[in-house]
């Protein structure tokens, strides 16, 4: 995970985003998001012709792209990269990136959205969890494979979820078989991030975490300063907040309730922690989101 204290707001950015000429979107839209710990938000298709460009800061989401035709120009970490047919780029969950028309002007591309209660700590053993350039010679069939969860998505039935829920988990675990190996064993970083995420209206002392995990509180916190660059605590945290911007936007919840269901005793603190994280109250958070 990026350092979130660098960034100031949380929004998508879509100037100026000309309509497409084609575009399919399939949006998650069912009961039991609490509990799951890995879901589709979205899948959406589009095909574009006319020159445009679009930002996001602090993305909520996990997402996956696959470039069908054309090429796309996406920036992030500070760099540019072309994402053309046979390349897959993955987003991290709350990273921010940019996005525009690449050389040959249009482009056709699948894109599938991912949230959930364990989403950070299941991309992390799956090896997903930073941005990713993939190379593949079946991008076609794992385009295919993301419509697969589209049309599921678009039935929205409870039925479908178990169906739904595996696709996910096969194309997600297809992915991990394209990136790159780590040279340690992220089991125990995932672990203990499931073990943060979990839970998170009560108090998780990082004694407690390590004392699970059989290491010591010093070896935890050098594991987490290496390889997310953050400590266990504010990972919680971050987790807080990120749940926090969800029941904001997808949630009739006060600010009073959430902040209790998050574990704060005083909503006012919560407000104060929401704002220092991500640049806004909780009410302008929602307010924006709801625009």
């Known amino acids: 995970m990026s350092d979130i204290r660098k960034r100031k707001h949380t929004c998508r950015t879509p100037l100026p985003l000309q309509n497409p000429d084609f575009a399919r979107h399939e949006i998650w839209n069912m009961p039991m998001t609490d509990e799951l710990p890995l879901y589709p938000f979205c899948v959406e298709e589009i095909e ?34 072309l994402i053309t047919p046979g390349k897959i780029l993955i987003v991290p969950q709350n990273a921010s990136y940019f996005f525009k028309n690449g050389p040959s002007g249009g482009y056709k591309k699948v894109v599938a959205e991912f949230m959930g209660k364990n989403l950070q700590s299941i991309m992390e ?16 069939f794992l385009a295919g494979e993301v419509r697969k969860i589209g049309e599921l998505l678009q039935n929205q039935t409870r039925e479908a979820i178990p169906e739904l829920l595996g696709l996910c988990h096969r194309f997600l675990t297809e992915l991990s078989m394209l990136a790159p190996q780590k040279e340690d064993s992220p089991g125990l970083l995932a672990r203990a991030q499931m073990i943060l995420e979990s839970a998170l209206d009560r108090k998780t002392p990082v004694q407690e975490v390590a004392a699970g995990l059989g290491i010591s509180v010093s070896t935890l916190n050098r594991l987490f300063q290496e390889r997310l660059g953050v400590s266990p605590m504010r990972y919680r945290l971050e987790s807080r907040i990120a749940r ?48």
Request: glycine share 6%; charged share 25%; proline share 1%.
């Open 125 to 140: 053993t799956l090896g997903l969890n930073r941005f990713l350039i993939l190379e593949a010679g079946n991008c076609e």
């Open 244 to 291: 926090a911007q969800y029941l904001l936007g997808n949630t009739s919840l006060s600010v009073k309730e959430i902040a209790y269901k998050l574990g704060y005793c005083n909503q006012f603190y919560f407000s104060q922690e929401f704002r220092r994280i991500t640049g806004m109250t909780p009410r302008e958070s929602r307010r924006q989101k709801n625009q």
């Open 48 to 81: 574009r012709s006319s020159r445009t460009w679009f930002s996001e800061t602090l993305c909520r989401f996990m997402i996956v792209t696959i470039v069908t035709e054309g090429d796309v120009v996406y920036r992030f970490e500070e760099k540019e990269h």
